[in-house]
Each structure stands twice: as structure tokens, then as C-alpha cells.
């Protein structure tokens, strides 16, 4: 035994092996004895399976020979008989020597395996056993025997119900499907008991308790048949139980007509034999009789949840008294009362309740429900039932009024639940960290919830948990967000979304509770952000050497870091927030403070720009896959939303996308088109359409080419003598370029005066202007060492060939053959003879381009490639852009203050001034005095003027 005890806890996991070392520490003998104990178990278990396998061979062989052969009948017979045998030596006799309660559980014992498990009765073999006892045992001391324990528990006395379950289950499952041998031999008897038996208590109480006492009796009585029908009765017997109790009430059938007949015969005499009156009043008076007489003297001696118990069986009885006795003066409710326009007799017995029991004692019931109540938060177990049944009374007594329930209990319930949680709340703040607090504030709503739903009025809730929230929640809302190692900044540090989705949950009841959480959001993200610019800005600082690499490698890593902080943001404000327009307004607040901020003199608006260039460009530092860019242009278009200088951000990428689309750099035309549609999604058709216009532009460009190509080959006699490519630009949608008459060489002529030619054959209506700085030259220089080819500018072209005729040229005589001013000949010669690759020597020889050098073709240049670029020094285009930003700006003021006044006529000078701040905002954010300047400007130019009796009063002049 102690083998087996100790296996079946190993493998049960209650024992751990080292547990039962330190308490028994087993010796090897008793290691032996458990394993000799489990060769036993197997040799006595294994001969048992071996022979029922033999007996189901052997069956399964005499049942499937052939008709002549086949013992299937035998079998069938024998089996019956084997258990008819099996019940008469055996189970017969156990039961035929036990009486009462022990013969029933005898009787549910059984053969083994035949009541054991449920629904086992289905076969021939067991209702052969069953109809042997039923046939062998006395039916009427089994009955007999079953009716004293109904009987006994009809006294009041305990008894075994699950005993009776399973015996009248016998009954049911006997019968395969049908109720015959339930209905035969126990329901039909049993029903009979019962009417006799309630036969004669009616007629006891009848004589012997009033109308009222004798309808409470009825009334448990019910209830306690209808208990024993759930607990071990079947319930087809229930609908035949409600025929025996409405026998019982057809006793007071008779006294209820009787009565009736009373009290019509008294209230259809003519007067002064007509009774109504003194039957109402004494109707009255009856109810206040009995109250005073039984119902407080019992509920006075009570306290506490003895009292509330009481309360609620007085309650109950009342409701049946009042329901049964306006019965009797069923007459005075239809024409007496109703003439009178008197309280009906419903109305008047619960007014009689109320008057004498609830005015008495709602405050003790109130006090004692409450202090269950507040038992109930300490975590005691408390009877919910009861205090559900309590205030019913309370909602009830003001009948179809809650304000018995209001004012007597749930204001005073309320002050004590704010007093309770005021108490909690000033230790737990204390004591407990941010999360702490608020998974006990959490709780405490949720049970608070969950008692409503359990006992008190539905219409409580609402006040209930907007007392709990203000006083866990709104009282201490500063000091719990702001704790110093676990407040809501610590959340946002750590990443405690789900800490952070329950500050949401919480505060989001509270109104304007979510105020002070988006604030701090607001000022967590914006120190944030401040922070990446601060680290961007001294890391530009502190790098020396390739000053001017760096510096746009660490721009590129800012824009970088802000988009993953606005997607790590963005989706606290998704998920935690639910999307709340609260923490949008916050979030984007918080960007527009740091993103509006310059980094390393440049601004965001140009930052954004030149992020874009590196990802749209070939060659660019960012290395994506095509996903990767969309996904980074929509964030990217996002950031936009947050910059205040959106038009700097135009004219700054509109530069840049000109680059790219004039020399060939941009990495894929889909992407490109699909940043221009991001932006005009978020900024409008204006703020796109040049750059549109642009990449139309493009397109039209190499139709062109193919023309021309075209009217070359289908005109032979012209030639232009070298190869040409022009692309043919719309001025307005272009950035401005800075264009001369430059002195081409010879060489160039020609070509340019072909491709005129050309197009005069495609339009005579529209004027080339040739931009002279965004061409390219590819021609050969041939030096002692070797020829080489160099790609160049039209205009470092243009200089190189000027020394095919002269070995020697100085400063003033480039600049005059070229026809180009001093900065663009100081730059084309720096390029030339300072840069990387001097193709020309100057002298003197110094790094510096004067008035007074002359230079000469270096013959002797060499390179180990046989390709070369040669650029020109870059120029900052930064001031021209602002500048033509500054000049786009002045144009709209003007247009916006011409469009306010067109439709106003006449406005003051503060409302102006918003109106097309308002106006205006959506591209830039103008400056007061420059809107206050442009004002002065159309009054010179006389399309405003000023108010004669009030200057600050514009009037449009027409």
C-alpha cells in the first residue's frame, strides 16, 4: 500500500522525490517491496484482460456461424438468465433485509456497474434486473419508505435529497425513453399523497388562521414543492404539483365568493345602508391593525442583517396579503373607489407598509445595508441576495417613484462610499507606486460596477462610479501623474503602454481628466524632440574634417530619428489613446514646437526637402527597397503637416526635384509621382501644381528630342555638327535660373541656331531663352600624355575652346570674349585652374583668381581615368530661394488682403489681420508686420484707404 500511495502521488506531482527522501529516506528494501507490489499488480491485472478477450473470441464465433451453427438466441437467453440468477441469489436478499433509508441506498448501490454511471439502464439485461427487484421486493415499502422522507422534510426536518435524486433517476432511466415506470409507480402515488396530505392541513388552517395568514401558507407551501421538484423530482412533475395547490386554493374559492357576495349586497344598498365607505376604511384599518399588532413588534426586537431578513419576509407576506384581500373588495376598487377618486386598494395597503414600517425603520436598513456594503469592499462575504430583496423594498414603496430610494438611501449611501474611497485613496497614494494606484482604482470601479448589477437600482451607476472616480481619480490627478519614478513621464520613458492605455481608461471618465495627461504627453514628446535637435546640432559642431559631408549626413540621421519618434508616438496615440482628438492636437502641437526649429542653420522646412532629395536621387545614402520609400515619403508628408514655412519647403524641393529631373538623378519616376500626389493630398493643388507642371515638362522634353532627331534625319543638309540634346522648359513652372547672353564659340552656333530653326517649324508663338548654366559638354582634351574626355559646363566648354586659337588668355580677355560678369568668370576660372583637376595653369600660381592672371592650357595634365568630371564650385542657393520665398510671400499678403476686403468693404485693422493669418496659414505663418506693411503698400497704391473719422478702419476702393 505504501508502494502504490507513493506512486500515485508521484505521477498526481503532490511528492517531489527529494521530498520523499528527507521525510521517509526509503531504504532499498522498501524500493524492493514497491516494485515486487507492481509485478503483482500486473500479474493478478493480466490473466483478467487475457480471459475477457477469450469469452468476446468465443461469443463473437458461436454468433457468426451459420444459421444451423449460430447461438445467438442462446447466448441472448442465458445472458438473461445469468442475470435474473445473479439478482435472486444476491441482490434480492440485501435488499429484502434492510429497511427505510437504508434499503433505498441499497437499492441505488445495485448490481455493480448497473446504477453506477448515468444512462447505463438502457439495456435488456438491467431492466430485467429492475423488473426482477420490482416484481420479488414489496412495491409498497419501497413507496412508503420514500413518502416518510418527503414527509419528514415537509416537517421541517433534513434529509438526504441527493439519496432521493438517485433512486426516482432509477424510475426514469428503467423506462429507455418513456415516463411509464415513473408515472406508474411513484408519481401517481406520490401526487395523491400530496392532495391528501394539503386535504387536510386546509382544512386545519382554514378554521384556524385568518384569510391573510392562510394565503402565506399556501404561498410557501408552493414554494416548497416547486424546491423539491429542482432538486430531485422530475420536472414533468411540476404542471401536476400546481394541480394539487390550486386544489388546496379551491377551499378558498368558496369563502372568497362567499365574501364577495358580502360586500356586494353591502355597497348596493341605498343609503343610509350603504357600507363602501366604512368597508374602505375598515380595509384601512385592518392592514394597520395587523402591522402594528405583528409585523413591527418582530422586526423591532431584530438588528442588523436579522432585521433585513425580516424586513424582507414581512415585505413578501404584505405583497400576498394586500394582492389576495383586495380580492374580497374586488366591487369597491371598480365603481366605489373609482367614483370617489380614491386611492385603490393596491395603493392603500403598501401606503399602510410605508407609513407604519418604512417610515420607522428605513433609517436602520439603511445603515445596516450600508454597513454590509462597506463589508463587502473589506473583502467579506456578504449575502447579495438579501440586500437585492432590501432595495426593492426601497424602490417599490415609492411606487413608480424613485424618490423614497433616493433620498433615504442612495444619498447617504453615496457620502459613505465618497468617505470610503477618500480614506483608501489618501494611504494608497501614499503607499503606492502610479500602476499600483491605479490597478486598485481600476478594481475598485469595476466591483463598484458589479454591485449595481447585483443588488443596487441600475440608476445609481452613474453616480456611484462618478463618486469613486472623483475621489480616487480627480482629487489626486496631479499628485499621481506627476509622482516622480512612476508618473505619467515615467510611463512615456519606460514604454508602459499597457500602464499608460489604463491611464487612458481611467482618466477618459473623468471630465476634462484627460487635460493634464495630453499635456504632459505634450511636453514628453516635445523635450524629446528637443532633444534630437540639441544632439543634432552639437554633433554638426563637433565634427571638423569633411565639415560640409557631415553636416548633411547628421541632417539626414535628425529627419530620421524624427520620424521614428513621430511613429512611436503616433502609435501611443492609436492604441493607448484610441485615437482621441485630444492627444492628435497634443502631438501635433508638441512637433510643431521642435520641428520648426532650425538645426545647424538650416531650417526643417529645407531639412525635409534635402531628406527627400537623398531618397529620390540616385546614389543617395538611404538604400531602400521600394516599399521602404513609399512607406518613408508618407511619413515624411506627415512631418510636412507640423512645418510652418510649407512654401520654403516647396520652393526648396521644387529646386532639388529640378535638379534631379534635368540631369538625370532621379532614382525611379513612380516614386517621384507619388510624393507629388502624398503632397497634394495633404497641402492641396496649388502647393503641386509647378511641380507637377514639372514633371510634365519632362515628358513633353523627350517627345521633343525625338522630333528633332527626326527633323535631322529627314533633312540631311542640315547639320549641327555635333551631337545636340535640348530640353524645352514652361518658364512658370521652373525655378528661376540666372540667364545672359553668353558668347557661344563657333563651334555651338550652329547648333543652337538648327534647333531654332526646329522649333520655329513646331510653334512661331512662343520665345527660347537658353539657360547657358544647366548645360553639359562632353568634349575631348588632347593632352602630351594622352587624350582625355571631359565632362563640363556650357560654360567651362565655351572658356576650353577659346585656347584651340590662343595659347595664352588673360583674366579680361576670357571674361570679354564670354561676355560674362566677374563672380561667373572668378568661378569658371577657380574650376579650372584651383580645382582637383587643373586643366589650365595660372599666373602667378596662387589659389586665388584675379584681374590680372593669365592663363594658359596645361598640355602636361594627366589622370589614371580617362573620363573626368570637372564641376563647378558649388553655389548656395539657400538666400536665393528664401529670397524668392520672401517675394512669394509679399504677392500673397497682398492677394489675401485684396480677396478679405473685396468681400468686406470695410473691416478694422485687428480683424483684417486674423482674417488673412487665417487665410494664409495653411502655406506659411506671416509675420504681423509684414501683413501691416503690405496694408501700407496698396493704400500708396490706392486700393485701400483708411477711415476718415478712424484710422484704424480700412474701406476697399473699387
Not at 464465433?61 to 435474473?84: A, F, G, V, W
Not at 534631379?660 to 503641386?688: M, P, V, W, Y
Not at 519632362?698 to 527626326?710: G, V, Y
Not at 468693404?905 to 506671416?926: S, T
Request: net charge neutral; charged share 30%.
Amino acid at each position: 500500500c505504501d508502494g502504490q500511495s507513493y506512486r500515485l502521488q508521484k505521477r498526481m506531482g503532490l511528492h517531489s522525490e527529494n521530498h520523499y527522501k528527507a521525510e521517509g529516506k526509503s531504504s532499498r528494501a522498501e524500493i524492493q517491496c514497491r516494485g515486487i507490489y507492481a509485478d503483482l499488480l500486473v500479474m493478478v491485472l493480466l490473466p483478467c484482460v487475457l480471459f475477457s478477450l477469450i469469452i468476446y473470441r468465443c461469443a463473437y464465433t458461436l454468433c457468426t456461424q451459420m444459421p444451423r451453427n449460430d447461438h445467438s438466441k442462446e447466448l441472448y437467453d442465458k445472458y438473461r438468465e445469468t442475470i435474473e440468477e445473479h439478482v435472486n441469489s444476491m441482490v434480492l436478499p440485501s435488499l429484502k433485509g434492510k429497511h427505510g433509508e437504508l434499503m433505498l441506498r441499497e437499492l441505488v448501490k445495485g448490481p455493480p456497474g448497473v446504477w453506477e454511471s448515468k444512462g447505463c439502464c438502457n439495456r435488456s439485461g438491467e431492466c430485467c434486473c429492475f423488473d426482477c427487484m420490482l416484481v420479488f421486493l414489496p412495491l409498497y415499502r419501497l413507496i412508503v419508505t420514500f413518502f416518510n422522507q418527503i414527509g419528514q422534510e415537509r416537517n421541517g426536518e433534513q434529509i438526504d435529497q441527493a439519496l432521493l435524486k438517485k433512486v426516482l433517476d432509477i424510475y426514469v432511466e428503467v423506462g429507455m425513453g418513456k415516463m411509464d415506470c415513473y408515472e406508474k409507480n411513484f408519481e401517481t402515488m406520490m401526487l395523491q399523497d400530496s392532495a391528501a396530505y394539503y386535504s387536510g392541513k386546509a382544512s386545519i388552517w382554514i378554521s384556524e388562521y385568518p384569510y391573510a395568514d392562510y394565503i402565506l401558507k399556501v404561498e410557501e407551501c408552493l414554494k416548497q414543492e416547486m424546491d423539491r421538484v429542482s432538486h430531485y423530482l422530475h420536472s414533468s412533475t411540476e404542471p401536476k404539483l400546481l394541480e394539487v395547490y390550486r386544489f388546496v386554493l379551491s377551499i378558498l374559492r368558496f369563502v372568497i365568493i362567499s365574501a364577495e357576495s358580502t360586500i356586494y349586497n353591502m355597497c348596493t344598498q341605498k343609503p343610509p345602508h350603504d357600507y363602501s365607505q366604512q368597508l374602505y376604511d375598515k380595509y384601512r384599518e385592518s392592514f394597520e391593525e395587523y402591522i402594528t399588532s405583528a409585523v413591527l413588534p418582530s422586526l423591532r426586537e431584530k438588528h442588523d442583517e436579522f432585521m433585513l431578513r425580516e424586513l424582507v419576509k414581512r415585505w413578501s407576506n404584505h405583497k400576498v396579503m394586500v394582492r389576495w384581500l383586495s380580492r374580497f373588495f374586488h366591487y369597491l376598487d371598480r365603481y366605489f373607489i373609482a367614483r370617489r377618486s380614491l386611492p385603490g386598494l393596491n395603493e392603500v395597503g403598501l401606503t399602510c407598509f410605508r407609513d407604519l414600517v418604512y417610515h420607522e425603520l428605513n433609517g436602520k436598513v439603511r445603515d445596516a445595508v450600508i454597513s454590509l456594503i462597506d463589508q463587502e469592499r473589506e473583502g467579506e462575504q456578504i449575502d447579495r441576495a438579501l440586500l437585492k430583496n432590501v432595495l426593492d423594498i426601497f424602490v417599490e414603496i415609492g411606487m413608480g417613484q424613485m424618490d423614497h430610494y433616493e433620498n433615504d438611501f442612495e444619498e447617504v449611501m453615496l457620502k459613505d462610499t465618497a468617505a470610503y474611497y477618500s480614506r483608501k485613496a489618501s494611504n494608497w497614494i501614499l503607499e503606492d507606486s502610479c500602476p499600483d494606484y491605479m490597478l486598485k482604482a481600476e478594481e475598485c470601479l469595476k466591483r463598484e460596477k458589479d454591485r449595481v448589477s447585483h443588488y443596487l437600482h441600475f440608476s445609481s451607476e452613474p453616480k456611484l462610479l462618478e463618486k469613486v472616480q472623483h475621489e480616487l481619480l480627480s482629487v489626486y490627478a496631479t499628485q499621481l501623474l506627476e509622482k516622480e519614478h512612476s508618473g505619467c513621464h515615467a510611463l512615456l520613458r519606460d514604454d508602459k503602454v499597457e500602464d499608460l492605455s489604463r491611464m487612458y481608461r481611467l482618466f477618459w471618465k473623468i471630465p476634462r481628466g484627460l487635460d493634464p495627461v495630453s499635456n504632459i504627453f505634450k511636453q514628453h514628446v516635445s523635450t524629446e524632440g528637443t532633444a534630437l535637435v540639441k544632439q543634432a546640432e552639437d554633433a554638426a559642431s563637433n565634427k571638423k574634417a569633411d565639415k560640409k559631408d557631415v553636416v548633411g549626413l547628421q541632417e539626414q540621421v535628425f529627419v530620421r530619428k524624427v520620424i521614428e519618434l513621430h511613429d512611436k508616438y503616433m502609435a501611443y496615440v492609436n492604441d493607448c489613446f484610441t485615437n482621441h482628438t485630444l492627444f492628435h492636437k497634443a502631438l501635433k502641437e508638441a512637433f510643431e514646437i521642435f520641428c520648426n526649429k532650425g538645426v545647424s542653420g538650416s531650417s526643417s522646412a529645407e531639412l525635409l526637402a534635402t531628406f527627400c532629395d537623398n531618397i529620390l536621387k540616385k546614389g543617395g545614402s538611404e538604400k531602400l527597397s521600394d516599399e521602404a520609400i513609399e512607406e518613408t515619403l508618407e511619413k515624411v508628408v506627415k512631418l510636412l503637416a507640423y512645418i510652418s514655412d510649407k512654401d520654403l519647403f516647396a520652393e526648396f524641393y521644387r529646386k532639388k526635384l529640378a535638379r534631379r529631373l534635368l540631369f538625370d538623378k532621379s532614382a525611379n519616376d513612380e516614386h517621384e509621382r507619388s510624393i507629388l500626389t502624398k503632397l497634394k493630398q495633404q497641402c492641396g493643388g496649388q502647393f503641386t501644381s509647378k511641380m507637377e507642371g514639372m514633371v510634365t515638362d519632362l515628358t513633353l522634353a523627350k517627345e521633343n528630342q525625338s522630333n528633332f532627331e527626326e527633323y535631322l534625319s529627314n533633312n540631311p543638309n542640315i547639320n549641327p555638327g555635333i551631337d545636340l540634346t535640348v530640353t524645352v522648359l514652361t518658364t512658370g513652372f521652373w525655378p528661376s535660373y540666372k540667364s545672359f547672353d553668353l558668347n557661344l564659340p563657333a563651334e555651338m552656333v550652329k547648333c543652337v541656331e538648327v534647333f531654332r530653326e526646329f522649333y520655329q517649324t513646331k510653334t512661331k508663338h512662343r520665345k527660347l531663352t537658353w539657360i547657358y548654366s544647366l548645360g553639359t559638354c562632353n568634349i575631348n582634351g588632347k593632352f602630351d600624355p594622352k587624350t582625355m574626355e571631359l565632362i563640363v559646363t556650357t560654360y567651362q566648354a565655351s572658356a576650353l575652346l577659346l585656347f584651340n586659337t590662343s595659347d595664352t588668355l588673360s583674366y579680361q580677355e576670357i571674361m570679354t570674349q564670354l561676355n560674362l560678369s566677374d563672380d561667373d568668370v572668378v568661378r569658371l576660372l577657380h574650376s579650372l585652374s584651383c580645382a582637383k583637376y587643373k586643366i589650365l595653369t595660372k599666373e602667378p600660381n596662387t589659389k586665388t583668381i584675379t584681374p590680372t592672371d593669365h592663363f594658359e592650357f596645361n598640355s602636361k595634365f594627366t589622370d589614371k581615368m580617362k573620363r573626368i568630371k570637372i564641376p563647378l564650385p558649388p553655389v548656395d542657393e539657400k538666400k536665393k530661394v528664401i529670397e524668392d520665398v520672401d517675394k512669394d510671400r509679399r504677392y500673397a499678403i497682398d492677394a489675401s488682403i485684396v480677396r478679405i476686403m473685396k468681400s468686406r468693404k470695410v473691416l478694422g485693422y485687428q480683424q483684417l489681420v486674423m482674417e488673412c493669418v487665417e487665410q494664409l496659414g495653411r502655406m506659411f505663418k506671416p509675420d504681423v508686420k509684414a501683413i501691416k506693411k503690405r496694408i501700407e503698400d496698396l493704400i500708396t497704391r490706392d486700393y485701400l484707404e483708411r477711415d476718415k473719422d478712424n484710422p484704424n478702419i480700412f474701406r476697399y476702393l473699387a
